[in-house]
């Protein structure tokens, strides 16, 4: 009987060291997590009232209306477009304050995480960009089906290389890929330039020879 009633309270006592050891940590703990949500509420109220000037000033200037011509095709307004962007930097901002007053010693691992997805979003945005401008500008002009083509096909490979950049590969093989893609944009040019300026020519040096083979 002794021998149950010691096991029990053996048990009882390793259960309240495992709780006491708990809310030690949750007490040491408590601080970092209210700073952390202090941080992100500071944020969050900055993104807000941020949110709610740039969308008045752009309301007031009308530049939604005023690249209307130009982003009609588009299926996003302006004034959303940079509220996203100005959001996510508030966002990184927020991050990297946190690490920086809670963690230190890791701020070179949040720096370098926070430049990828820099460059990232800086690529996602450059490409859709000038899509866009591209879109409007042969829109515009109205380029011939076979020039709008080709600035299609110049522009995927130049978006080709904006994305190599920024992928986890070897710089042997983004040097690789980059050159490779590089010489077949120098081949491209120089091919459609010799066709898009002496078609005419070569044209009728083609029906020539042929007229002459057909004579003899």
Not at 49 to 63: D, E, G, Q, S, Y
Request: aromatic share 10%; charged share 15%.
């Amino acid at each position: 009987m002794s021998y149950n009633n010691t096991l029990n309270q053996t048990g009882i006592e390793l259960v309240w060291d495992a709780l006491q050891m708990a809310l030690r940590d949750l007490i040491d703990v408590l601080p970092s997590v209210f700073t952390a949500v202090a941080i992100i509420v500071i944020y969050i109220a900055v993104a807000l009232i941020v949110t709610r000037l740039v969308r008045k000033v752009f309301t007031l200037f009308k530049i939604d209306e005023l690249l209307k011509p130009i982003l009609r095709h588009a299926y996003f307004s302006i004034t959303n477009l940079v509220l996203v962007l100005i959001n996510l930097g508030i966002a990184l901002l927020a991050v990297y304050s946190i690490v920086l007053t809670l963690f230190p010693q890791q701020i070179h691992v949040a720096t370098a995480a926070i430049e990828y997805l820099a460059r990232v979003a800086s690529v996602i945005f450059l490409v859709v960009f000038v899509f866009i401008t591209l879109g409007a500008m042969i829109e515009r002009i109205r380029m011939e089906a076979k020039m709008r083509g080709f600035m299609f096909l110049i522009l995927l490979f130049m978006s080709i290389v904006l994305i190599v950049d920024i992928t986890a590969l070897t710089q042997e093989v983004k040097a690789a890929l980059t050159w490779g893609i590089s010489i077949g944009i120098g081949l491209s040019i120089g091919v459609f330039s010799a066709w898009y300026f002496f078609h005419e020519i070569l044209e009728t040096k083609l029906k020539e020879t042929k007229e002459e083979q057909q004579q003899h």
